[in-house]
């Protein structure tokens, strides 16, 4: 694993923990960083693809070249919603978007940690014990600090006691990749459904003539098939062909653990932070790794995060929670796409509190109580 004493270990080189490493050199470029990740790059990460400009944001804002990042695809410049109950809302972004493979984007951003200084290497971690102010991984690591970036089923979460994630806060998808046509250029799609609501089906192009499409679902007791996921998807989709898909499972954030534990702390989908209203979990990956990376460096790498993470993101996430429970009704959905339908500031509302870390407020409160009055259900 490269050694045994290490100011900083990150595990899994996802955007999480790629961007931890890039944050924790950039505040101190004279620290140890190792990250270990179980595959080789560039390797494919079940996801939508989708990066808000607001993770694009915060890389460039720690030095990484954007533009490289993004290279062979093309920005999305519009969304189009279609409710539960069949309201419909087009409209362009504020501010481009982007769909980036994570086969592309995992690697690019391994390679940006590596530049700045963090050694890699391929392994698995399996276990973690915290002792005399250290931490030792797999037995054989001294680390002054851990970062779990390990994903979903994060061995860290794990190991460091911080438990799995509660119940009915699990959601499932699947994705596949297929030509674009026939849905426009630059255009994202979300198509939701009141069976097993939530649930959406969507369309990512990617601007090579590929679109990244899937469907996902909150679990609510057994878990479905993947033939009753890939029918569901279909049934939104009906123009879609026949595509291989692929699985994996999203922990929500109203389900997210404490973020740190003695000298150990979760970024992304390790802690669980993944928008309960939309399913992005790329922009909270950057953002907390970024939040993670420079606190390691700091006398109290455990104090230091969850302060900067609660100021970036706690009102937000609190918001979300509650959105959350709120939208388990489908009308409320229906009556916020007509919201973004007639009212431009109220698009651009949703979008933040979908993509990046808005929050609900009294112009969008308003926008939905006017689009209740009108009752323009469906377009």
């Not at 990617?206 to 049934?235: F, S």
Request: charged residues 20%; hydrophobic residues 45%.
């Amino acid at each position: 694993m490269g050694g045994t004493d290490w100011d900083l270990v990150v595990v899994g080189a996802g955007p999480a923990g790629s961007t931890a490493a890039i944050a924790a050199l950039r505040a101190d470029p004279s620290a140890r960083v190792l990250l270990l990740d179980a595959a080789d790059f560039p390797r494919d990460k079940v996801c939508g693809d989708g990066v808000a400009p607001h993770a694009l944001d915060v890389l460039a804002g720690l030095g990484v070249p954007v533009d490289e990042l993004a290279a062979g695809t093309r920005p999305v410049t519009a969304l189009r919603l279609v409710s539960p109950r069949g309201a419909r809302a087009g409209r362009d972004f504020a501010r481009p978007a982007a769909v980036i493979p994570r086969v592309l984007l995992d690697a690019r951003l391994v390679r940006a940690a590596r530049d700045a200084g963090a050694v890699l290497r391929r392994h698995r971690v399996r276990t973690l014990v915290q002792q005399d102010g250290v931490v030792l991984v797999d037995g054989a690591v001294r680390a002054r600090t851990v970062i779990g970036a390990d994903g979903a089923e994060s061995v860290v979460r794990r190991r460091c006691g911080a438990g799995g994630a509660r119940a009915g806060t699990i959601a499932i998808a699947l994705r596949g990749y297929t030509a674009a046509e026939p849905w426009p250029a630059g255009e994202q799609r979300l198509v939701m459904a009141t069976a097993h609501w939530p649930a959406y089906a969507w369309v990512f192009p990617v601007g090579d003539g590929t679109a990244n499409v899937g469907y996902g679902e909150l679990v609510r007791g057994t878990p479905p098939t993947r033939a009753e996921l890939t029918a569901r998807l279909h049934d939104l989709l009906p123009d879609l062909p026949p595509v291989p898909l692929r699985g994996h499972r999203l922990p929500l954030s109203p389900g997210r653990p404490r973020v740190a534990h003695g000298r150990v702390l979760l970024a992304g989908d390790a802690a669980s932070l993944i928008n309960p209203l939309t399913g992005e979990g790329i922009y909270y990956a950057v953002l907390s790794g970024a939040l993670a990376g420079a606190a390691a460096t700091t006398p109290d790498p455990a104090g230091s995060y969850r302060r900067s993470l609660r100021h970036r993101l706690g009102r937000h996430l609190r918001h979300t929670d509650v959105l959350a429970r709120l939208t388990r009704r489908p009308w409320l959905v229906d009556l916020a796409t007509a919201a973004a339908r007639d009212d431009r500031r109220a698009f651009d509302r949703l979008v933040e509190i979908g993509l990046g870390a808005g929050t609900l407020d009294v112009p969008l409160a308003a926008a939905v109580i006017t689009a209740a009055a009108r009752r323009g259900l469906p377009s």
